[in-house]
């Protein structure tokens, strides 16, 4: 199990700091949460994590490997999958095909192989489509499996976003918001994935999340940002004692 | 030294025109993010209706320049009234295509007129002694193409920066969704955009069938030439296309003064523009002036 | 489905429908006139393919309109007795591939002989036209088109013959001292390029003038780079061999930077020159004051000039409609002479008794020579053509801009090189 | 297990590999083997014009570009206007040959079928190349670089007097096991030779986009982050993307030599480029069977617009430029047209048609 270190890092866009000096770890086996109020840096951290941004200066390593100037490409296939907070699924694709396109790198055929199809190309998809529909079942959405994602309701597209990030088989999986804006219903079926995730899969879980109530509940470690700064870590009970975060979250009267 | 001095006056007096012929373009591109490949078209149409004034209907020069500047403003207006309002939201690549069929449409409305097949020029109406200084000639219609470029430069920068409509433009150009939220009429701000690169396009229309004369063939091939410019600029910046045109007129003026003629090279400035187009994509994506978006996720 | 959609496909529909019932047309067509040809009166068939759209149009539509007239012409004075001609003509745009096409279907019409036009379709359907020995015309004088051809008649000298009657023009009249140094300003394409290796032979040969530079000139707006490089490196002639448009803006760049010659080879200056699709009445349309003193030459009679031909011209074009700008056109006068060379070898063929076929066609022009030669009243000398040398009219006339108008300068004359060349 | 592997009503499938099938019930299957059957025969049955044969082999021949230029620009989303550069590329390399051996080399006429490969393999290189900027470039600016090297092919053709300089350079005539292959049968032949590569080309297609080498084409048209997130990198997609195009355009276009006997840049301009795009929309970008749809009926909309211009031109006064004006005016028209009301093309209008008779006779 490999440990996601993140360790003084800052992030700079045209002189404002969206990030500073943040440091956290990302320990095997645990939920870990980011929480903080808007603009906290939360999804800057993430995209740090899963390389879309570079940090400025500090360094993310996931185990040895130094991942602070990975693409997101590589990242992902050093097994750090992510959901994304504004649904980033591929619309015109059915469900299926988008979880198809998440085992990209394990379709281990070539382009002649591809293009014959007959032979190793058509067992490799059939293989896949097996892990596919395993992920399906997981995430209950059997039903949807041939519709067009982009016609699909907001709650289901948004299990669909988690389960697509699940067919990568990683071993963290970044939640950014996946509770945002879901009835009560459907958040109770997320929270119900989110911890099946790191029980039945060993898929260690980052989750960033408004709902405090949700983090308190499911989270083994909460580290708190506020104005791209770290204002607190340490486990529910902790953070709830913390008086930095308190001021944070209720403000000064 | 005084050849080397003559070829930059004359590629900035010719990329000045490239500029004017650029700002529509540039002027479209800004707030509906359309490539409009039509753009020569419209540049022949707005020479030949000045022609059509001046020659046929008997109207001075300068009365029926400026109302071919209207006439055009308003057929362009209509143009994306008909063809490209309903395109509003669709994929960029539809729109695009949408100026590609104009292009075609264009053309054959054009062969409807004896402009298609015949050749005119216009009457000397400009002066035909060019200016000289120091040895340096450069003539009146160029010198036109100068005055119209810094003109529709400063007038349209004003225009950006200060009324209101400009501002909507502006804030169309950033995020259509949000200028729609503020109550910015976003088919209006289009509207405007494509009125204003007619306008600009009858211009340089007029300036370039005045040097040329009035091939239908080699006013619309303009509209190609155009490409180097506004890429080398940045689509979204009239800066750019200024400072772009200029730059594409020296190069070109390089091309032919220096390159033409050794190692068996010829005709050069046709093509070096574009091979200058590619190796600045490599190196800056969004050209020397062009907004760099920063992507979120 | 929306009611727009559905308006489409239907219209989509009806003309898949129609395209269908068409083909079935043209295949009854064909059959009809071959039946007809058991009676008295016989058609035969000529066709042209060239641009009446697209890149050269201002060319190519008056051009097909001289065919088209000619045509008409010699139905309405029955030229052919009681047999008649029937000329199709069609676009293609300048596009080699519809060219093609348009020649297929004109095979299978069982058509005597072909006007092309373009020098790049012309090159690229060279075997084709071998293959199925058709006599064909182009309206591209390129001399490279004979290469290797048996079938394919220039209507009048090649460019090569005119750049270099044009060279030997400026040895022959070239005033002050040494050897007059020449430029050529061409297309930047094989039809540009033909002349200029035969020009630089006939150096070799002989031929008094200097070989400066060639310049292909390109879309752009100005030209002072150019002229000034041609006028430092002592450049007193340019010879042009391209369509006006460039010509023009090299004339007005010229005029601007006072480079123009006032009198035939003024020292210092630059005298133009050129070849027949780079002058006429659009040139002058194009560059207007600026071309005054441009030297062309070609093989045709003008409108500006009262003759036989030029008359007839007129009243040809008058009798069919066409404006004052076309009848004065010589891409009309152009078109006109392909299609009189066609239908002679045609009345050629039956005065010999022959059935008139395109292989009697093309034996007819094959001997239009010696006291044979055909005379037809629009060119400045006649059309001869042998086994050998497949270029018609020879003599070359060269035209002074003077005013607005092209009049006629010295005598006609031949190019004594391009014989020596050969 | 008693399914019904006829009809679409009660056909289960019991296995992924099952599921997986282009076809999925034996009627479609077999409908489609009759249809190339058809394809095979029907001109031994009918006596064929060259002209007509020679307007098939082109649309043919049209048809396996834009199936290049429907997976750069269906699939992947990225406009080419250089297309027709692509497809002169695949010429070119002919003509490459046939300057080097001379245009009766046993390579050029007993090896065509290896020229057509070898003209595949030159329109792939060249895609590589065209997609290098492809690693940088976003949407718009990438599809003016794809114009200039349009531009700058036609002007290296254009100077070099190793390719006759856009002059046709002329290809023998090939042989084959009957021999050498005479004008009479020089359409049909090639029909027959374009006909195979069309279907090869179609089913490579068709295969490509069910694995993950089509997907990810669609992923990064999509949404390139997500691509990116999912372990592909969006730029070599997209210059892998310009490769299949050029190796597809590269076959289109050696074909078109032989078929023409001849490499003349005319066939490639910038002009070639757009009519292949809309070609494309007019079939339906992003669709496979649009790339079929769209050169037929561009093909058919010049043919009527020709007749109907001749038609006019007997009845209108011969001044007016109606029949000139014709041609550009439909193109555009169609273009736009199609655009407005039918932005998925024909290959909307076949997707109707089969949802309608897929469950027949049942209506849902």
């Known amino acids: 199990m490999t440990t996601l270190t993140v360790s003084d890092v800052t992030l700079t866009f045209g002189g404002l700091n969206a990030l500073t000096n943040v440091s956290m770890e990302i320990k095997p086996g645990l939920i870990t949460s980011i929480i903080g109020p808007n603009g906290a840096g939360k999804t800057s951290m993430l995209n740090c994590m899963s390389g879309f941004y570079h940090p400025t200066t500090g360094s993310i390593k996931f185990g040895d490997q130094d991942i602070s100037k990975a693409p997101p490409h590589f990242v992902s296939e050093l097994g750090i999958a992510r959901a994304f907070q504004n649904i980033e699924l591929f619309a015109g694709l059915s ?159 | ?56 209907a008997g109207i001075p020069f300068v009365i029926s320049f400026l109302a071919s500047m209207v006439i055009t403003f308003f057929l362009s207006m209509s143009v994306e009234r008909l063809f490209l309002r309903r395109m509003i939201g669709e994929p960029i690549i539809s729109v695009i295509m949408v100026t590609i069929g104009l292009m075609s449409i264009i053309d054959g409305l054009i062969y409807l007129t004896p402009f298609g097949s015949t050749n005119y020029s216009f009457p000397q109406i400009l002066p035909e002694q060019p200016l000289v200084f120091g040895g340096i000639s450069i003539s009146w219609p160029q010198v036109m193409g100068v005055v119209f470029t810094a003109l529709m430069f400063g007038g349209f920068s004003w225009f950006f920066k200060r009324s209101t409509i400009g501002v909507a433009m502006r804030a169309v150009s950033d995020d259509q969704m949000a200028a729609m939220s503020v109550g910015v009429s976003v088919p209006k701000v289009f509207g405007l955009a494509w009125a204003a690169a007619g306008l600009t396009a009858a211009a340089a229309g007029v300036i370039i069938g005045n040097i040329t004369g009035l091939n239908f063939d080699t006013l619309r091939a303009v509209g190609i030439t155009v490409f180097p410019v506004v890429i080398l600029g940045g689509l979204d910046s009239i800066v750019g296309a200024v400072v772009g045109g200029i730059l594409i007129g020296i190069i070109q003026q390089f091309a032919s003064g220096y390159l033409d003629g050794t190692y068996g090279l010829a005709g050069t400035a046709d093509v070096v523009p574009y091979v200058v187009l590619i190796v600045i994509l490599l190196f800056k994506p969004h050209g020397l002036f062009g907004t760099h978006e920063i992507e979120r996720v | ?126 075997e084709d036209f071998e293959e199925n020995k058709m006599p064909v015309i182009p309206a591209s004088m390129h001399a490279d088109n004979t290469k290797g051809s048996k079938y394919i008649f220039l209507p009048i000298a090649s460019y090569s013959e005119q750049a270099l009657g044009l060279a030997e023009y400026v040895s022959k009249h070239h005033k002050g001292g040494g050897t007059p140094k020449i430029a050529m300003f061409i297309h930047p394409s094989a039809f540009g390029r033909g002349p200029v290796n035969d020009v630089k032979r006939a150096i070799e040969k002989g031929l008094n003038v200097e070989f400066i530079e060639v310049v292909e000139h390109g879309k752009g707006l100005d030209n002072t780079a150019m002229l000034k490089r041609l006028q430092s490196k002592g450049v007193q002639y340019v010879i042009s061999q391209t369509v006006q448009s460039p010509v023009a803006s090299m004339l007005k760049d010229a005029k ?29 349309a194009l560059a207007g004051d600026a071309a005054e003193k441009f030297l062309w030459v070609t093989s045709f009679r003008l409108a500006s000039e009262k003759s036989e031909g030029s008359d007839f011209i007129k009243s040809l074009g008058q009798k069919y409609g066409r404006d004052v700008k076309t009848q004065e056109s010589h891409n009309y006068t152009s078109g006109v002479l392909v299609a009189q060379i066609a239908v002679e070898a045609m009345v ?33 000398g006649p059309v001869t053509f042998d086994v050998n040398d497949r270029s018609g009219v020879d003599t070359l006339q060269l035209y002074k801009a003077t005013n607005g108008t092209f009049f006629s300068e010295n005598e006609p004359f031949e190019s004594e090189f391009y014989k020596q060349l050969k | 297990m008693s399914t019904n592997r006829w009809l679409a009503t009660g056909n289960f499938f019991t296995s992924y590999k099952e599921e997986q099938r282009i076809y999925r019930t034996h009627l479609d299957r077999s409908i489609f083997i009759v249809f190339l059957a058809v394809l095979f025969i029907w001109p031994l049955f009918f006596p064929v014009k060259n002209s007509t044969m020679l307007v098939i082999d082109n649309v043919m021949i049209a048809m396996i570009a834009v199936l290049g230029l429907n997976i750069v620009t269906g699939f992947a989303g990225l406009i080419s206007i250089g297309h027709a550069a692509f497809v002169g590329i695949g010429a070119y390399a002919v003509g ?58 036609e002007w290296v053709i254009m100077l070099m007097s190793f390719f006759d300089q856009g002059q046709t350079i002329a290809v023998g005539r090939v042989y084959w096991f009957g021999g050498k292959v005479l004008r009479q049968q020089h359409y049909t032949f090639w029909y027959y030779a374009i006909l195979v590569f069309l279907i090869l080309c179609g089913f490579m297609v068709r295969n490509l986009l069910r694995t993950r080498h089509g997907r990810c084409l669609i992923a990064v048209r999509d949404n390139d982050r997500a691509a990116d997130a999912m372990g592909m990198h969006p730029g070599f997609t997209k210059v892998y993307a310009f490769i299949v195009a050029g190796l597809l355009a590269g076959i289109a276009g050696a074909l078109k030599a032989y078929l023409d006997r001849g490499v003349g840049i005319e066939s490639y301009t910038l002009h ?45 006064p011969a001044e007016l430029n109606l029949a000139t ?15 407005m009301f039918e932005p998925r093309g024909i290959a909307n209008w076949w997707r109707m048609f089969r949802s309608y008779t897929k469950l027949w006779p049942f209506r849902y």
């Open chain 1, 95 to 253: 469900v299926l095909d988008n979880l198809l396109l998440a085992r990209h790198r394990h379709l281990n055929y070539n382009f002649f192989q591809a293009i014959i199809y007959y032979g190793k190309a058509s067992r490799v998809e059939a293989e896949n489509r097996a892990f596919v529909e395993d992920i399906i079942d997981f995430m209950e959405l059997e039903a949807y499996r041939h519709s067009v994602v982009g016609n699909l309701s907001y709650g289901v597209q948004k299990r669909v976003e988690v389960a697509r990030a699940l067919t990568l088989n990683p071993k963290i999986l970044l939640l950014d918001e996946p509770m945002a804006g879901m009835n009560v219903e459907e958040k109770e079926d997320m929270v119900r994935f989110t911890s099946d995730i790191l029980i039945d899969r060993g898929t260690t879980v980052v989750l960033i999340e408004h709902d405090l109530g949700v983090v308190m509940d499911i989270s083994d470690q909460i580290y708190v940002l506020d104005f791209g700064e770290m204002i607190g870590e340490g486990t529910p009970e902790e953070v709830a004692q913390n008086p930095a975060v308190i001021e944070a979250y209720i403000g000064e009267e």
């Open chain 4, 325 to 339: 004006a014709l041609r550009p005016l439909t193109f555009g028209l169609v273009i736009v047209l199609f655009l």
């Open chain 3, 348 to 380: 050629r063929a039956k005065a010999h008794g022959k059935a008139v076929t395109s292989a009697t066609v093309t034996e007819e022009l094959n001997g239009m020579n010696g006291s044979n030669a055909y005379f037809a009243n629009t060119t400045v």
């Open chain 3, 1 to 126: 489905m929306k009611l727009s959609q559905k308006l489409l496909l239907n219209a989509f529909l009806v003309s898949s429908l129609g395209l269908v019932t068409a083909c079935d047309n043209k295949e009854e067509a064909a059959p009809a006139s071959t039946s007809s040809s058991s009676a008295a009166a016989q058609v035969y068939g000529l066709a042209f393919s060239g641009a009446m759209t697209g890149p050269t149009s201002d060319a190519g539509l008056p051009y097909s309109r001289g065919i088209g007239d000619y045509c008409s012409y010699v139905n309405d004075n029955a030229l052919l007795g009681d047999d008649k001609v029937d000329c199709e003509i069609k676009d293609d745009g300048y596009k080699t591939d519809v060219t093609k096409r348009n020649f297929e279907g004109y095979l299978e019409k069982g058509i005597v002989a072909y006007f092309n036009y373009s020098t790049g379709s012309t090159l690229a359907l060279k």
């Open chain 4, 96 to 153: 490459t040959a046939v300057t080097l051996l001379g245009k009766n080399h046993e390579l050029i006429v007993y090896g065509w079928p290896v020229m057509i490969l070898l003209g595949g393999m030159a329109g792939a290189a060249f895609g590589a190349l065209v997609g290098l900027p492809a690693l940088r470039l976003k949407h718009l600016y990438l599809a003016i670089a794809t114009l200039s090297f349009q531009i700058i092919f």
């Open chain 2, 1 to 56: 030294m005084i050849y080397f001095i003559q070829l930059v006056v004359s590629g900035i007096v010719v990329g000045c025109i490239y500029a004017l012929a650029a700002l529509g373009f540039v002027l479209i591109y800004k707030s509906s993010r359309v490539i409009n490949f039509a753009h020569g078209q419209i540049i022949a149409a707005g020479c030949f209706i000045a022609y059509a004034l001046t020659v046929w």
């Open chain 3, 256 to 284: 601007r930077l006072d480079l123009t010659a006032s009198s035939f080879g003024e020292a210092g200056k630059l005298t133009f020159l050129g070849a027949h699709y780079t002058g006429g009445d659009d040139l002058i």
């Open chain 4, 272 to 316: 070639t480029s757009i009519e292949y795009l809309a070609m494309a929309i007019v079939g339906g970008l992003g669709t496979l069977n649009g790339s079929l749809w769209g050169p037929a009926a561009i093909q058919m909309l010049d043919l009527r617009v020709e007749e109907l211009a001749e038609l006019s031109g007997h009845y209108l």
